[in-house]
């Protein structure tokens, strides 16, 4: 158990639909990272926010957003859904210093049809 | 962001050690050295890391070329939950200190372990 908790782990939504995913980082972690793992693109980087701020931005769609709340839990919010946003959604988190790891939740499976 | 190349594919059998090669020939002096791993049906998980000399762990051990242009990871005797992907990312701490921690995944290797 890596400590990072994503919810849903599945979720099965119509094509045009909006979703929301939600990570709660792991205890005293200030950083999160969203991530897209696709079979054909890998894992890609979306974006990232510490201690509530976007810190820097990969990937990421216009029709994706997120968030980080005060209580550092985070949410990516996916909408106008298209069949090739299907993928694995994975939330990680990491502490502020150089020697550190990057720990991954399960992820989300997000299934669009 | 600097580049790797690892093989696409290896493979060892159980109770055996595995060398998992890295070539990072446009390495920069501010990028550390990560290995991650992924399972079959799980997020990515932290092997090791290192900047410039060779780093061991209860997981693995890193070997790191003296130019820093290629490194190895090793485990030292294979088991069947050994078996995944193997990524090797160059993680640049310049002008972020450790506030940022994006990692640019490539392809990785695929590790099959025979028992």
């Known amino acids: 158990d890596s400590g990072v908790t994503q919810t849903p782990k599945h979720l099965i939504t119509a094509t045009g639909q909006r979703v929301t995913l939600r990570c709660s980082p792991r205890?005293?972690?200030?950083?999160v990272y969203w991530y897209q793992q696709s079979l054909d693109q890998g894992l890609q980087f979306l974006i990232q926010?510490?201690?509530?701020?976007?810190?820097a931005k990969g990937n990421i769609l216009e029709r994706f957003s997120a968030q980080q709340f005060p209580d550092l839990h985070s949410e990516l919010n996916l909408s106008s859904l298209e069949l090739g946003d299907s993928a694995l959604y994975f939330c990680?988190?990491?502490?502020?210093?150089?020697?550190?790891?990057?720990?991954f939740g399960q992820g989300t499976r997000l299934t669009v049809v | 962001d600097a580049k790797t190349t690892q093989p696409n594919s290896m493979e060892s059998n159980e109770e055996e050690p595995v060398h998992l090669p890295c070539n990072h020939s446009?390495?920069?002096?501010?990028?550390?050295i990560h290995w991650y791993r992924q399972l079959p049906s799980q997020g990515p998980e932290y092997v090791i890391h290192?900047?410039?000399s060779n780093v061991n762990n209860r997981m693995a051990s890193l070997a790191i070329a003296e130019d820093r242009k290629s490194s190895t990871l090793i485990l030292h005797r294979a088991t069947l939950r050994d078996a995944a992907v193997y990524y090797c990312?160059?993680?640049?701490?310049?002008?972020?200190?450790?506030?940022?921690?994006?990692?640019?995944f490539g392809k990785g290797t695929l590790l099959t372990v025979n028992p």
């Open positions: 990680a988190s990491s502490m502020t210093t150089l020697n550190t790891e990057a720990f």
């Open positions: 205890s005293g972690d200030l950083s």
């Open positions: 926010y510490y201690n509530g701020e976007e810190r």
């Open positions: 446009t390495i920069s002096g501010t990028d550390y």
């Open positions: 290192g900047l410039t």
């Open positions: 990312i160059l993680r640049d701490v310049r002008n972020s200190g450790g506030s940022n921690y994006k990692l640019t």
